[in-house]
C-alpha cells in the first residue's frame, strides 16, 4: 500500500489492523501509558458533563449546526473566504496533499525562513507538511508540548488531543536529555515542562512564520477559532510577522454565536475541563495585533466526496476531541498507533478509509466491537457504529464485485449463512446437522477450541459454545409454540 | 498537462456534485434558524452567588482572586503587587488612572516581544467574564490592548468588574455578538499543559501566574 510520509519518514497505512494490534498489544509499558491516560481523561469527562443538565440539547444543537453546515458547505467555505479577505486574509484552495504542500512550501520560501513554528495540527501530519519543509531544507519545530515530545522521540502522534499519551514521564524525560542536551534533566511533570519553556521560548521570539490547523473558521465573520492548553498556540498566533493556517473544508461553521455550543460541548469532551485555558479567534489581520500577513488553506484532500454518501456523510461532523478514542474498548488495548492512520480510534475507523476512496485502512471498519461507547459521548452526535455497518457494507460488495472477492472463503462462508439464516426450514436443518457435525471439535469442557480456516479468527482469542443438543428453535417449537399459536390464533413457522 | 488546475472551481465543483441541487440563500438562511437551540441561554443566578460562583472557578484554576469596592481598586492594586513582589506593571492603553497605587511604576507597553518578555507582568481590564467555566474575555480595545500583551508577560493581573461577569457561555456571546472580528481571547486560569500522564501542570508558555481583582459596588 502506499501510505502517507510522516514526520519521521515512517509511512502510515502500512499494514491492517489485526496485525499493527497483534505489535501493539506486546509493548506492555505503552498499553499501561495508554489505558492510565485514557482512564483518566474520561473520569474528567464524565463528571464536567454530568454538570450540564442541557448537555443533550447541546449536542443536538451542535449536531443539527454541523449536519446543516455540511448540506451547504459549498456556500459556507464561499462566505467565509469573502469576509477572511475583507479583512485582510489570504484564502488558498487545496484539493490534494501534493497542493497544500505546495502552496505552504511556497509561502515559507518566499518569505526565506529556514525555520517555522508549529501548533499542533492533524491536517498537518495528514499531508505529511513536516516531511515537504525538511526535505526542503526548513526545520518545521512543534511546540505543543506532546507533539515536541512525538518530534524529538522520532514517534508518531497516537491520540489527537494528546499525541504522546503513549509515553510516560520517565520516557519524555529520556527524550529530553538526549534531543535538548540536559544530562541533569528530572522527570516530574514540572521539569519537563520547564525545560520545553526555556527550549521554545527563545523560537518564539525569533522565528517569524507559524503554521498552525484550526478548530472552526467561521462564515460570517470570516474568522477562525483556535482551542488549546498550554499557550503555545497563542505564542504562534500572535507573535511571528506571517500566520499560515491548514483547516479542512469541513471545519467551517455558519456564524461566531455557533461558538456558544461548541466552545461548551469541545473543551468537557477533550480534556475534561469546563473551559481549556485559552480560546483564541481572530479575522484576517489587525492592524498592530498579531501577524500582519495571514494565510488560510482550505484543504479538501478526499473530503468532498464523502458528502454524496448520505449515511457516511455525518463523519464530517467531527470536531476532533478525541472523546471516542476514550471511550472506545479497542483503542484501550490497542493505543493509536494500530490503527496506522493519522487518525486513530472509532472516528479514524470510519475516517481514514473514507478519506481514500475505501482504497486504504478497509480493515478498520472491523477495528470495533460495535458496542457503541462511542456514539454515546459523541458531542456532535456521529453515529459511528451505524457509519461502521455502512462502511463494512461497502468493503463486501467491492470484494464481491472482483473475481477473487467472489470465490474468496470469506464470501462463500458469508453467502451460505445468508442462504441459511433466509429460510426458517434451512436453519432449523443446518442447526440440526451442526450438533451432530460439530462432535469432532467440542473439547471436553464443552468449548470449541478450534475452528477451520477462516473460522478461526474467532477462536483465536476465545472459546465458542458448542451448539446444544436441542436448538431454541427446537425447544420452542416443542414446549411453547403449540400454546402460543392457541393464545395468537396463528401458528409459527420453524 | 501544462495548465494550471484551479483547485477552488474544483473543490466548490466537487461539492455540489456530492450534494446534487443547491439551496436558494433564503432556504439555507430559513433551515439555519430553524435549529433548535433548546441548551440553556441564561442563568437566573443572583449577583452575589454568581460573583461567589466566579471565584470558586477561578481558584481551582489556582488563579489568585480579590475582591475591591469602586474606589478602592488602586489600593487593592497595591496590596495585590506588594504581596507578589512586583516593582510595577506593564500597561495597554486606556487603563483609568483610578487604578493606578502611588509608588510602583506603571508604564504603557510597546509590542515587542523581547521586551515584554523582561516586564514583570501587566495589567489589564476585560470584555466579559463567564463564571460557569471560570474563564476571562480579552478583546483589542481599551485597557485590554494587543493580545501580546496578556501572553509574554509571566504574570497578569485582571481587573473585573462585577457587571461583566455573567454565568453562562451563551450569555457572554451574546455581550461579544457587536465586536466578534476583534482579536479575542478567552482565559481559564494560567496557561497548562496535562500532556504529560494526564497531570495538570500550571505554566507552560502563556503567564504562569494569574491574579483577578473583583470590583464590586462600595
Ligand atoms: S467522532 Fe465525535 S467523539 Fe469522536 S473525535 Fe469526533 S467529535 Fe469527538
Redesign the interface.
Known sequence: MSGVQTQDGTQWNRQDFPEAAKEILEQSQTRK?VQ??TN??QGKRNKVVAEL??WE??R??GA??KA?TL?????Y??EFEANCTA?GGHV????DAA?ANRIILGLVQQHDAKEVIKIKTMTSEEVGLNATLEANGIAPIE????EL?VQMGKDRPSHFV?P??HV??AQ?RAIFQKEMHLPDLGDR??D??TA??TY??EK??RIKVAISGGNFL?AD???MCIVE????G??C???PDVLISIVG?EKVI?S??D???F??TLPRSA?G???????????GV?P???PQEFHVV?L?NGR?????DKEARQTLQCIRCAACLNACPVYHQTGGHAYESVYAGPIGAILTPQLHSMKEGRSLPYASSLCGACYQVCPVKINIPEVLIHLRGKVVQEDQATLAGKFSLWNIGMQAAAFLFADAGRLGLAERVGAVGQKVLVSKNGFIEWMPLMLGGWTQTRDLKALPAQSFRQWWAKEKAPSAAAKNGRVSHG | MAEV?D??A???G??????GQ??S?DA?AE??AA??????KTGGMERAALLAHFEE?LVE?DAGVYRAAKDGIAAKVAEILTARGKPGLTLPEGVPAEWLPEGFSFEVAG?Q??EL?KTPGVLTGCTVA?A????IVLQ?AAAQG???LS??PDYHLCVVFAEQVVLT??E??AR??GT????????????????????R?K?????RFLDVLIVVEA
Open positions: 501509558n492510565h491516560a483518566v481523561i443538565p442541557d440539547d447541546l443536538e444543537a443539527q449546526i446543516h448540506r451547504h458547505l459549498d456556500h467555505l464561499a479583512a488558498h484552495w487545496a484539493s497542493e511546540t505543543d508540548l506532546a515530545i494528546a504522546a499519551l510516560n514521564r519524555v511533570p514540572e519537563l515542562a520545553a519553556r521554545l521560548r518564539y521570539l467561521i465573520s470570516g474568522g492548553s498550554e499557550g503555545n497563542r505564542m498566533l500572535t507573535l473544508i455558519p461566531f454565536q461558538l456558544e455550543v466552545l461548551q480534556t475541563e469546563r473551559m481549556n485555558p485559552y480560546n483564541s479567534t481572530w479575522c489587525h498592530g495585533d498579531g482550505l479538501d468532498s466526496p464523502i458528502l454524496a | 488546475m483547485h477552488r474544483a473543490i466548490l466537487s461539492i455540489r456534485k456530492a450534494l443547491a439551496s440563500k439555507i433551515e439555519y435549529i433548535p437551540r433548546t441548551y440553556t472557578r484554576y509590542l516581544a523581547l518578555d463567564i460557569e467555566t471560570g474563564s483589542n494587543a493580545r501580546i501572553l509574554v457561555v451563551p457572554a456571546f461579544l455578538e466578534s472580528t476583534l482579536p479575542t481571547t478567552f482565559v481559564s486560569g494560567p496557561s497548562a499543559t496535562a500532556d504529560i500522564e494526564m497531570t501542570i505554566g507552560v508558555h502563556g503567564p
